[in-house]
């Protein structure tokens, strides 16, 4: 909502710049004119073009983010433009969560079976409590990496970045050279 807002704000703005200079414009011939309409065309399209790249390289709210990615598997991800990333952690957190409750509910349901001997319960219930730490543990590591992976690329977010690959000569022969600016 305040994107749409933002940018029609920025487009009626936009359309009010040429008429202004037209109208402060005194009365010229007519090749001034068309040289000052152009000047106003070519102000407009700067104008334009450096609020779409401050727009497109504002930075995501941190916080925003680090808490989505909290409470949401993989919002965070999607929040900052990472949809394949965002899948993969959700799939992770979600199935490790799934895990950690199946394993407490089977140690649960041993301890209260009284069927089994007391000696074989205990055994049980314990090799199931530590297979359900083990999930536990390991779905809060995949919650804190999220959580961070968030905070990362919420920092990152609008960072140009290039990666360029190349064959070039060199005295030996032909190389590979990787080049990466930032």
């Given amino acids: ?23 402060a414009a005194p009365a010229l011939s007519p090749n001034a004119e068309d040289s000052l309409h152009l ?33 949401i598997p993989g919002a965070g991800q999607v929040y900052n433009r ?9 799939g992770a957190e979600i199935t490790l969560g799934y895990f950690t409750v199946k394993k407490h509910l089977e140690m649960n349901s041993v301890s ?10 205990t055994l049980r219930a314990d090799s199931l409590r530590d297979l359900r730490n083990t999930f ?6 995949a919650v804190a990496y999220s959580v961070a992976d968030a ?5 990152l977010f609008g960072f ?7 064959v ?7 190389g590979l050279a990787l080049l990466y600016r930032f």
């Fill in 112 to 121: 209260a079976n009284t069927a089994l001997a007391d000696s074989v319960r």
């Fill in 82 to 90: 990472k949809y394949i990333k965002g899948v993969v952690i959700a």
């Fill in 151 to 155: 905070y990362v690329d919420a920092h």
């Fill in 168 to 174: 070039l000569p060199s005295r030996q022969g032909i």
């Fill in 136 to 141: 536990a543990f390991f779905t809060l590591a």
């Fill in 1 to 23: 909502m305040n994107k749409i807002l933002l940018s029609t704000t920025i487009l009626f703005l936009l359309g009010l710049m040429p008429l202004s200079a037209q109208t």
């Fill in 39 to 71: 000047d106003s065309l070519s102000a407009e399209m700067s104008f334009d073009t450096t609020v779409v790249a401050k727009l497109e390289k504002q930075a995501h709210s941190v916080s925003k983010a680090m808490l989505l990615s909290a409470f």
């Fill in 160 to 166: 140009d970045e290039s990666l360029n690959l190349s």
